[in-house]
C-alpha cells in the first residue's frame, strides 16, 4: 500500500493526534496529516489539499461533522475519498445519518487503536 | 424503557451511578491505559484546579463535569499524547476531551436515552478561585475515583 493523505478533523487537537497516532499503529504509512477543528475549515482544506482519507468528528463547532459529510460530496478534490466518524455520538439514528450522508465507516470514541484497523484498513487498500 | 417519567426519579429507580462509574471506568481504560476504580472516602478531597464540563440537553438535561488538580490534568494529558503534553491548552483539551467521552458513553449506555440527548462541546474552567453552581432544579451524583494515586471526581448534574 502507498503512503496515504488523510485529513483528520475534531475540535480537539489532542484527539487529532491521537487519530493520527492510531492510525500509524494500524500499520497506515502516512505521507500527509491535514487538520482542521470543524467541518467548515475542513472543506476550505480539501480545497488545497487532496486526500486518500478523511476522518471525522460530529460534535464540532461552526459546522458538525454530519453536516460536512453531506457538504464534502461537491467538493471535486474529495470525490470518492472515504469518509469515517470517530464520535462519541453513539446512537443508531446518528450511525444512519453519518451513512446515508455518505460516510463508509463509524468508530464511537472512546477507540481502540485495533477499532480504527478495523473499520481504516480496509477502505485504504491494505489487509489486516 | 420510557424517557417520559421524571429523569431524577428514573435516575434513582435505575441506579445510574454504577452505569456512570462503568462509563468512566472504560473511558480511562481504553484511553489512558489505566483500570481506575471509585475511592475510598477516606482519600483525600479532590483539588478542584481544573473543571471540565459537558452539557446535556434533549431527553437528558444537565451537565457532567470531570474535576481535579493541575498536577493529574497534567498526567492525564500526558497518558494521552505523551511527553509532547506540556502546554496548558493542551491539557485542557485533553481533560475536555475525556469529559466529552465520558458524557457520552454514559448516555450510550442507557436504554432509550442516546438517541434523543445531545452533548455540548466541552468547556474547562482552571485555577484555584472558582465554585461551580448548577441553576439546575434536580439531582446530582458524583463518584470519586483515583487515577495514578489522585483524587479526580466525576459529577452529573440532571435537571429534574
Redesign the interface.
Known amino acids: 500500500m502507498d503512503k496515504i493523505r488523510a485529513l483528520i478533523v475534531d475540535d480537539s487537537s489532542v484527539m487529532r493526534k491521537i487519530v493520527e497516532r492510531s492510525l500509524r499503529q494500524a500499520g497506515i504509512e502516512l505521507e500527509k496529516v491535514v487538520e482542521a477543528s470543524n467541518g467548515a475549515e475542513a472543506l476550505a482544506a480539501l480545497q488545497s489539499n487532496v486526500v486518500d482519507l478523511i476522518l471525522c468528528d460530529i460534535n464540532m463547532p461552526v459546522m458538525d461533522g454530519l453536516e460536512f459529510v453531506r457538504q464534502v460530496a461537491t467538493v471535486e478534490n474529495a470525490k470518492g475519498v472515504p469518509i469515517v466518524m470517530i464520535t462519541t455520538e453513539g446512537s443508531e439514528s446518528h450511525v444512519v445519518q453519518a451513512l446515508s450522508a455518505g460516510a463508509r465507516g463509524y468508530i464511537r470514541k472512546p477507540f481502540t487503536p485495533d477499532q480504527v484497523k478495523e473499520h481504516v484498513l480496509p477502505l485504504v487498500g491494505k489487509k489486516s | 424503557m420510557t424517557t417520559d417519567i421524571c429523569i431524577t426519579r428514573r435516575s434513582h429507580e435505575e441506579g445510574w451511578l454504577p452505569v456512570l462509574e462503568l462509563a468512566v471506568e472504560?473511558?480511562f481504560e481504553?484511553?489512558l491505559g489505566c483500570r481506575v476504580k471509585p475511592a475510598a472516602q477516606s482519600e483525600p478531597q479532590v483539588n478542584r484546579e481544573f473543571t471540565a464540563m459537558v452539557g446535556l440537553a434533549g431527553a437528558l438535561c444537565g451537565v457532567v463535569t470531570v474535576c481535579c488538580d493541575a498536577k493529574t490534568a497534567g498526567q492525564v494529558?500526558k497518558s494521552?499524547?505523551g511527553d509532547?503534553?506540556d502546554s496548558q491548552?493542551?491539557v485542557a483539551?485533553?481533560l475536555?476531551?475525556i469529559c466529552?467521552?465520558i458524557?457520552?458513553?454514559f448516555k450510550?449506555k442507557l436504554a432509550g436515552t442516546?438517541?434523543r440527548c445531545l452533548?455540548?462541546?466541552?468547556t474547562v474552567v482552571s485555577g484555584g478561585e472558582y465554585s461551580l453552581h448548577s441553576m439546575a432544579d434536580g439531582t446530582s451524583m458524583e463518584t470519586v475515583l483515583l487515577f495514578e494515586g489522585a483524587p479526580v471526581a466525576v459529577c452529573l448534574q440532571l435537571q429534574s
Open positions: 472504560e473511558v481504553i484511553m494529558a494521552m499524547l509532547t503534553a491548552e493542551q483539551d485533553a475536555g476531551e466529552n467521552m458524557a457520552g458513553n450510550n442516546d438517541e452533548l455540548s462541546v466541552p
